[in-house]
T-cell receptor, first 112, second 117 residues
Framework: AQSVSQHNHHVILSEAASLELGCNYS??????LFWYVQYPGQHLQLLLK??????LVKGIKGFEAEFIKSKFSFNLRKPSVQWSDTAEYFC??????????FGSGTRLQVQP | DTGVSQNPRHKITKRGQNVTFRCDPI?????LYWYRQTLGQGPEFLTY????????KSRLLSDRFSAERPKGSFSTLEIQRTEQGDSAMYLC???????????????FGSGTRLTVV
């Protein structure tokens, strides 16, 4: 069964700090990987996704993620966070024709 | 079509009552998914449809829950005999699966927040 682990539950950073959020999945076969963001009071929005090809994926708002197959990881990064990045971030995986399975999320708080 | 639409936005009901939520997906999407999200947790998969066929149901979907997508367009999720533990945000998403099985445009609605008192 596909599953996702996000080990950082709550991250607090100052503006301009660099961000890396961890995501590990458990599935031995081909996977599709996603990062979603949920701003306070808003619906889930797709930040980026990986299906195949270049393991370094660039998304919206300056975010990127790297797929490392040997580590079963898909960590999200941003070189310099802004106060407006305060939100909850969810990693998700799908395999085959199955629906997305989400991690428990990481709450990011950026202090001005 | 600007996105996935869910109605109502909020629903407060008394324990034991039945409730029904509606989801209108993006029109060209053939897949529709229902998730449940509680505070501090990620969305939990409930069920999904490919056109009008319900292809997968999570074990979270008890006998009190039923979902339909009669014409392969909008979907309804009904909860019978609601319990306080059913209080959550119910999310709908839609996507397009192409002939190779790749998923495109997995888009979420704003959700229906259910409070059972």
């Amino acid at each position: 069964a596909q599953s996702v682990s996000q080990h950082n539950h709550h991250v607090i950073l100052s503006e301009a700090a660099s961000l890396e959020l961890g995501c590990n999945y458990s599935y031995g076969g081909t996977v599709n990987l996603f990062w979603y963001v949920q701003y306070p009071g808003q619906h889930l929005q797709l930040l980026l996704k990986y299906f195949s090809g270049d393991p370094l994926v660039k998304g919206i708002k300056g975010f990127e993620a790297e797929f490392i197959k040997s580590k079963f990881s898909f960590n999200l990064r941003k070189p310099s966070v802004q106060w407006s990045d305060t939100a909850e971030y969810f990693c998700a995986v799908n395999t085959g024709r199955r629906a997305l399975t989400f991690g428990s999320g990481t709450r990011l708080q950026v202090q001005p | 079509d600007t996105g996935v639409s869910q109605n109502p936005r909020h629903k407060i009901t008394k324990r034991g009552q039945n409730v029904t939520f509606r989801c209108d997906p993006i029109s060209e999407h053939n897949r529709l998914y229902w998730y449940r999200q509680t505070l501090g947790q990620g969305p939990e998969f409930l069920t999904y449809f490919q056109n009008e066929a319900q292809l997968e149901k999570s074990r979270l979907l008890s006998d009190r829950f039923s979902a339909e997508r009669p014409k392969g367009s909008f979907s309804t999720l009904e909860i019978q005999r609601t319990e306080q533990g059913d209080s959550a945000m119910y999310l709908c998403a839609s996507s397009l699966e192409n002939i190779t099985g790749a998923l495109y445009g997995y888009t979420f609605g704003s959700g229906t927040r259910l409070t059972v008192v």
